[in-house]
């Protein structure tokens, strides 16, 4: 049997396919659920290389491990990784992709692409699916030059696991995965548009949702997957404990409280429980945490929680107000809630 080769030390010339896997090692990666195909042979490849470091899963399709990439992300609070060709293997993969940019789960999706002199042309499994991801993923690269490997795959780790997670869809053209160059590991990145905010309530917010709880008789939380992201479950319990407020979850937030704690109140919505129901339509305070007011939650949109009032935190600004308008004290602070 053949000896593996070596991994290439610093300061030698590596081939894109090493550096795309030296980097997801960089990044603690020890799991990675990959199809393989024509286009990502030289990564299935370097695979051999770092198998002592990565577990290569198999799946049995490529939406399979995609949404296992996305079980193994909710479980280890790390990002998944998947791995695919191209054309109808990439293609395959999108939904499991849609699935967590609707969750919010970090995956970094890694498919290989036909060669860049031949992209545009139809060339044999082609498919431009950076142009196919693009409304289905938090970012997507398609990578062109092989000096740029460690860098996007350090960004793509950086966008899917900051501020709201979500899917980061890397392109990698079989060309570049064979080409060589010396990585540079540390490149800096290169996002001028995006920004990470830790975003804070301030301490005049915090005395207003306050005074709305003191204020409340039939005060109920509604958390969502939001409180598991965050790995909020310990602060919730504990607000809990000092209001006696009744909790509800959505499918995503599940866990997040006990199920059998005697204040839970089970799921909410169509699939939910009718106490949770009859308990939020009759709140006059609803605490919304890390919730997105689906419809399978809301129904009627107009019709929901209609009878009290409603406190919205989420890490997300653009969620707020999206479907059901929070209470505000005016149009001015529209995002803060306010007692009357």
């Known amino acids: 049997m053949a000896k593996a080769a070596k991994i290439k030390t610093p300061g030698q010339a590596t081939s894109g396919a090493d550096i795309a896997v030296q980097s997801l090692v960089n990044h603690g990666v020890d799991t990675i659920f990959a199809y393989p195909g024509g286009t990502t042979i030289p990564l299935h490849q370097a695979l051999t290389r770092f198998r002592d470091k990565v577990r290569?899963?198999?799946?049995?399709?490529?939406?399979?491990?995609?949404?296992?990439?996305?079980?193994?992300?909710?479980?280890?609070?790390?990002?998944?990784?998947?791995?695919?060709?191209?054309?109808?293997?990439?293609?395959?993969?999108?939904?499991?992709?849609?699935d967590a940019k609707l969750d919010s789960v970090p995956i970094i999706a890694i498919t290989g692409q036909v060669g860049t002199p031949v992209i545009?042309?139809?060339?044999?499994?082609?498919?431009?699916?950076?142009?196919?991801?693009?409304?289905?993923?938090k970012h997507h690269y398609l990578v062109t030059d092989v000096n740029d490997v460690a860098r996007v795959i350090r960004e793509a780790f950086h966008i899917a696991t900051t501020g709201r997670k979500g899917p980061v869809w890397v392109d990698i053209p079989?060309?570049?995965?064979?080409?060589?160059?010396?990585?540079?590991?540390?490149?800096?990145?290169?996002?001028?548009?995006?920004?990470v905010e830790d975003r804070l309530a301030g301490p005049e917010q915090i005395a207003v949702i306050a005074a709305a709880i003191k204020r409340s008789r039939r005060p109920v939380i509604?958390?969502?997957?939001?409180?598991?992201?965050?790995?909020?479950?310990?602060?919730?319990?504990?607000?809990?404990?000092?209001?006696?407020?009744?909790?509800?979850?959505t499918l995503n937030g599940l866990g997040s409280f006990p199920g059998d704690d005697p204040l839970a109140l089970d799921m909410l919505g169509m699939h939910g429980s009718v106490y949770s129901n009859y308990?939020?339509?009759?709140?006059?305070?609803?605490?919304?945490?890390?919730?997105?007011?689906?419809?399978?939650?809301?129904?009627?949109?107009?019709?929901?929680?209609?009878?009290?009032k409603i406190i919205h935190i989420d890490i997300d600004?653009?969620?707020?107000?999206?479907?059901?308008?929070?209470?505000?004290?005016?149009s001015a602070t529209s995002n803060m809630p306010w007692p009357n």
């Not at 042309?121 to 196919?132: C, G, H, L, N, R």
């Not at 079989?174 to 920004?195: C, E, F, R, S, W």
């Not at 308990?279 to 019709?303: C, I, K, P, Q, W």
């Not at 600004?317 to 005016?330: F, L, Q």
């Open 317 to 330: 600004p653009s969620e707020i107000n999206k479907i059901k308008t929070a209470t505000s004290r005016s």
């Open 56 to 98: 290569v899963v198999l799946p049995r399709h490529e939406q399979g491990g995609g949404f296992a990439a996305q079980g193994y992300a909710r479980t280890s609070g790390k990002a998944g990784v998947c791995m695919t060709t191209s054309g109808p293997g990439a293609t395959n993969l999108l939904t499991s992709i849609a």
């Open 174 to 195: 079989k060309n570049i995965q064979l080409a060589q160059t010396v990585p540079d590991y540390d490149a800096p990145m290169q996002l001028p548009g995006y920004h």
């Open 279 to 308: 308990a939020v339509d009759e709140a006059d305070l609803l605490l919304a945490l890390g919730v997105r007011f689906d419809d399978r939650v809301t129904g009627n949109v107009s019709e929901f929680a209609k009878r009290g």
């Open 120 to 137: 545009g042309t139809d060339a044999f499994q082609e498919t431009p699916i950076v142009e196919v991801c693009r409304s289905v993923t």
């Open 222 to 249: 509604y958390a969502g997957g939001g409180v598991v992201a965050a790995d909020a479950s310990g602060e919730l319990i504990e607000l809990v404990r000092k209001t006696g407020m009744p909790v509800t979850t």
